[in-house]
């Protein structure tokens, strides 16, 4: 009897840590962006700076021919996807499957007036992104 006792127990404990882990991986899973995002300020610069991202997230900038986008990021851990687009047409820039120590600095020359928008997808991430619009004419980013 006492034996049967201590097999009910002992399969109760195990039953709530299982429950416990599962809930606490659930809710890590379920972490979609811990970070900062700033791009209403400023029409002309998308910045993202994430402890954890775990979602898409986009930004469309109105871009004049001849306009430079510098464009920056870096990943610290998880990995993520980057795409500059125009409207529907091909991608202007693509990193896929970027992941931890992986980075980019440079710019890019907008080949057409119209929409650009700049997405990154990413599954437990850690990192930041920057791409802003310098004005030819002004050389103001």
Request: aromatic letters at 8%; a negative charge; proline letters at 1%.
């Amino acid at each position: 009897m006492l034996n049967r006792k201590k097999e009910i127990l002992i399969a109760i404990i195990a039953i709530i840590m299982m429950i416990i882990i599962g809930q606490s991986y659930i809710i890590h899973n379920q972490a979609r962006f811990d970070g900062d995002r700033v791009c209403s300020k400023n029409p002309n610069r998308f910045y993202l700076n994430f402890n954890l991202m775990n979602k898409d997230d986009s930004e469309t900038m109105a871009l004049n021919e001849g306009e430079t986008l510098h464009v920056s990021w870096q990943i610290d851990g998880g990995k993520a996807d980057i795409v500059i687009t125009m409207a529907d047409e091909i991608s202007i820039y693509r990193a896929d499957k970027c992941v931890k120590g992986e980075n980019a600095d440079f710019e890019l020359t907008v080949p057409k007036t119209g929409e650009y928008t700049t997405t990154i997808s990413a599954s437990h991430a850690k990192g930041w992104l920057e791409v802003k619009a310098e004005n030819s004419e002004s050389g103001i980013f």
